[in-house]
Structures are given as C-alpha cells and as structure tokens.
C-alpha cells in the first residue's frame, strides 16, 4: 500500500473487553479488585521469602523473582485496562503502545525462563540430592536468573525493532484490551510477511527450549520418584512439585491456545478472555498457588502473622 497517500496514525484506540456501560462499571470494579489483590499477594511473597531464613533457598529465590515478574507483568496491562473501562475507549500514542508491548513480551518471557529455571531446580533436589549445592550455587542461580531476564529483554527486543519498521497510516482502532502484536500487524499499511517472520522464530524458540527443559526436569523426577520404595519420600517429593506444576499448566496451556492454535478455532471474543486469563489472573493466582499448596510457605505465613500480632 503506498504510505504517502494515507495520513500517519499518531495514536491507537484500544475498544478493551466491553462498550457496554453497565458491564464497564462491573469490569471496572472486579478488575480493580484482581490488580490489588494480584500487588498485594505478589508483594507478601516477596517480603516473606526476603524476612524469612526458612526460605533462603534456590527455589525460593526463584519464586519471588516469579512474584516480582508478576507485579510487573500484571501492572504493564491491567492499570490501562481500568481506566479503559471508565473511559470506554482508551487512546494511547503509538510510543505508548510500542512501549507496552516491550513491557509484556519482556515479563511474560522472563516468566518462561523461571519456570524453566524452577523445574531444573526441582530435578537437581530430588535426582541429584548430593550434588544440590554445587549444581544450585548461589552463582548457578544468579546465572539463571541474568538469563531470565535477558531472555525476556531480547525477545521483546525483536518484536518492538520489527514494530518500529512499520508505518500505520490506516484504521488505528485495536479490538483488544492492550496493545498485543497480532493486532499492530494487522493495522500496518505495509506488507508484514517477512516482518513477523523473525518475533515467531525468536518467540518460538523460547517456547521449545523452556517447555523441553520442563518436560525433560519432570520425566526425571517422574523415574526418580517411581523407583523410591518410602511412601513418605514418593509423597514428599510430589509436595515439592505440585505447586510449580500447577503454575506451569496453567501459564503455557493457555498462551497455547493463544498463540500455538490456529486463529480460526476461536473468535476475537474468545481470544480476549483467554488473553485476560493469562495476562491479569494468573499473575494473581501464582501467589495464592504457592502460599496455599506449600507447606513451607504457609509455615512462614503462619509464624510472620503470629509475630506481627503479637
């Protein structure tokens, strides 16, 4: 399409989840609600696994950089989407917009990579108890968390520099809640065929490399655990593994459904609900996950309560 006819989009508008003023209100409320309780319960994680010498290990560390991503995860969408509701239509810039997407793509990999890294810290604990300390090294675990961080920070470094290309001089309406890739592709007036080559390799590639590293650290414990002859120690060493497998099905099932099935399958509206489950209430539901099936956790939760009410 030739650019030069068509007048430069400065901003997007964002239709969000709803146009109905009723149900805004209702959205407004319940998602005000999530936001909160999301901060609040991430927040806990945190200052209990930093208060608490119970909670000085590896995969406490983890957990509370997942918390942390969380927070950041949730606040990049969630803030807009409220105002959104009480404005009905939310304009953001298109810098605004690029700037979101950066922010999303770089939490929402950080949390692939932790997970990853979390599944290799159960495997080392239950398959190779003897050489935990070398294999979980303070120094193996700040390693782990840099390229956790780095990862998330490259990957949304190819879909913004890809973004960044592209001119959008046509409809500037997003039937979204945030400003997702899809979406911005789909506004462009240019042809994006070799453009969204290079965010699926990268996105793509992370995908495979996390959930092999899942998958692999999960058939070990699954052999490990079978060839224990302690009911005790079998169950024991499940407890361990709940929680994170939990969190595991619940963050890839659904950006599957998103992101791996074909788009035909399921409508925009479909689409939006699956995009709310994984961008807004899993950041909430981690913490509860984690504080509510580990005992370790809900001792620590026990003892800070005991101490702060006494």
């Known amino acids: ?65 997942l918390a942390f991503v969380d927070s950041l995860f949730s606040t990049s969408i969630t803030p807009l989407m409220i105002i959104g509701f009480l404005k009905r239509r939310l304009a953001l810039p298109v810098a605004g917009c690029e700037a979101q997407l950066c922010s999303v793509i770089t939490f929402g990999t950080a949390e692939c990579f932790l997970l990853a890294a979390m599944a290799y810290d159960r495997y080392v604990a239950i398959c190779l108890p003897l050489l935990y300390s ?38 500037n309406h997003i039937n979204d809640f945030f400003c997702d890739f899809s979406p911005l592709l789909k506004l462009s007036c240019s042809d ?60 890839y099932g659904t ?15 479909q689409n939006k609900v699956l995009s709310v489950f994984y961008t807004v209430l899993i950041p909430m539901l981690n913490p509860l996950i984690y504080s509510l099936r580990n005992r370790d956790v809900k001792e620590a939760l026990r003892k800070a309560i005991l101490r702060i009410s006494s």
């Open 1 to 65: 399409m030739d650019v030069g006819n068509h007048t430069r989009v400065t901003e997007f508008i964002l239709l969000g989840l709803t146009e109905d003023p009723t149900l805004c209100v209702i959205f407004f409320l319940i998602f005000l609600g999530i936001y909160v309780i999301t901060l609040v319960g991430n927040i806990s994680i945190i200052i209990l696994i930093r208060s608490c010498s119970q909670l000085q290990t590896p995969m406490y560390l983890f957990l509370s950089h």
């Open 134 to 171: 070398t294999h979980m090294s303070p120094r193996v675990c700040v390693l782990l968390l840099g390229a956790s961080y780095v990862g998330g920070c490259v990957n949304a470094w190819t879909f913004t520099s890809c973004l960044l290309t592209l001119p959008f001089c046509g409809p």
């Open 192 to 251: 994006v065929s070799t453009v969204e080559i290079i965010p699926s390799i990268s996105s793509g590639s992370i995908i495979v490399v996390t959930v092999s590293v899942i998958a692999l650290s999960y058939i070990c414990i699954l052999s490990t655990i079978l060839k224990m002859r302690s009911t005790e120690g079998r169950r024991k060493a499940f407890s361990t593994c709940t929680s994170h497998l939990t969190a595991v099905t619940l963050y």
């Open 255 to 269: 950006i599957t459904f998103i992101y791996v099935m074909p788009k035909s399958s399921y409508s925009v509206d």
